[in-house]
């Protein structure tokens, strides 16, 4: 049996993505978006309402960053998506990150959060969901395992679980993909 809920915005996983941007005076500002992912095989796209502070500066500098959030930031992770920058100008401050300038895109890398998508904006749709082109994706060291590769596990990123408004931690590997399938065949 199953039970209805109607229309909402529940999916899983929904990452915690700490967009990263520079405003007109090169002040680096962060928000959470939980409404972004994958687009294409080089693009991202995350969901923005027209008066975040991030919005006015993704069209004046052309370009952000996708910090993603993980489990040893969470509170961190979740101020700067209670707070404006429109409002509290310090919240990356008052967040405890750091930001050190994307050698590839003129946006911010959260130094606290161990990897980051540097992306080129391609456009902002009339509904308000932002569409970057994916330059670089950068990782802090402590997070890659012994192939030199990213590991989930290392790295814990966080979900937001909108049914119950909280935050997962994810990184427990299940099954190969491209693998596990071709039992069934």
């Known amino acids: 049996m199953r039970k209805d809920f ?7 996983p929904l990452p915690v993505l700490i967009i990263g941007t520079y405003d007109e005076e090169g002040k680096a500002n962060v928000m959470n978006a ?26 004046a500098k052309g370009a952000f960053t996708l ?7 969470v509170a961190a992770c979740d101020y700067v998506g209670i707070v404006s920058g429109n409002d509290t100008p310090d919240k990356m401050e008052k967040a405890g990150f750091t930001a050190e300038k994307s050698k590839f895109v003129d946006a911010p890398v959260i130094c606290e959060l161990p990897m980051a998508l540097e992306c080129r904006l391609v456009r902002i749709t009339e509904e308000g969901t932002v569409i970057g082109e994916v330059v670089n994706i950068n990782a802090d060291e402590r997070v890659l395992g012994e192939d030199g590769l990213i590991d989930a596990a290392k790295l814990r990123p966080i979900s937001f679980d909108p049914v119950h408004n909280a935050y997962l931690v994810m990184g427990e590997k299940v099954g190969d993909a491209y693998q596990d399938g071709k039992a069934l065949k």
Do not use: P, Q, R
């Open 67 to 73: 910090n993603i959030g993980d489990a040893d930031h």
């Open 6 to 12: 109607g229309a909402k915005s529940w999916l899983y």
């Open 34 to 59: 939980a409404w972004g992912g994958i687009f294409d095989t080089n693009m991202v796209e995350v969901c923005l309402s027209a008066g975040h502070k991030t919005t006015k500066n993704l069209k």
